[in-house]
């Protein structure tokens, strides 16, 4: 569950496009103004609306996510390499998001291909483990690392840090494990005072 709430994370800045392009508020400032009525004013927003959900999804997803360190009961693991990847942010931005922008969203069948392709698109990012290179956490500070480290039971080569913070060669961190190979990290409570 928590990787389908990060794809609705990496999907805000869509979600908020789509509300700026879609929403339908009439706005009349003469003095005979009326009410076109909240039934109407709603069927006219039904993807607004939709977006809004995907986004207060993607806001309860974050702080999961964000807060998630504090229960972390794996042992620390240290640093042994490391490498910033942070331009797969980029690629799922320019993949994704830029393209799905520019559907007709007046058109039925456009509005049912586009739901067809969110739906694909979500289970392709959880499938493949693509949920790491998400642009909202970009956006909010966070950062891709490849690293090879020393965990409890042993050496672990290829694995994916997100973290908040500047990560970098024999620094120990807590973390949470997302996936096989991918974790969410931060530099472990000791050891943050010696590096500041």
């Known amino acids: ?23 339908h508020i009439p706005l009349y400032y003469k003095s005979d103004w009326a009410f076109i009525g909240w039934e109407e004013l709603l069927c006219k927003n039904i993807i607004p609306l939709l977006c809004l959900a995907g986004i207060l999804i993607g806001i309860y997803s974050y702080f999961d996510f964000r807060f998630s360190l504090k229960d972390a009961t794996n042992m620390p693991f240290t640093i042994k390499k490391i490498e910033g990847i942070n331009y797969e942010h980029l690629t799922f931005l320019t993949t994704y998001i830029v393209p799905l922008v520019c559907f007709n969203f ?32 970009a956006l909010l500070g966070f950062k891709i690392y490849k690293i090879d480290g020393n965990f409890e039971d042993g050496a672990r080569e290829g694995i994916i840090l997100i973290s908040k913070e500047n990560l970098s060669k024999d620094i120990r961190c807590d973390y949470i494990k997302l996936d096989e190979r991918i974790y969410y990290a931060k530099i472990k409570q000791n050891d943050q005072n010696t590096t500041n």
Request: overall charge positive; charged content about 10%; aromatic content about 18%.
């Open 1 to 23: 569950m928590r990787k389908i709430g990060l794809f609705f994370l990496s999907m805000w800045l869509f979600f908020a496009l789509t509300i700026i392009i879609t929403g």
């Open 106 to 137: 007046d058109n039925t069948r456009y509005q049912i291909v586009l739901l067809f392709l969110l739906i694909v698109i979500c289970a392709i990012y959880v499938k493949t483990d693509l949920f790491y290179a998400n642009p909202t956490l």
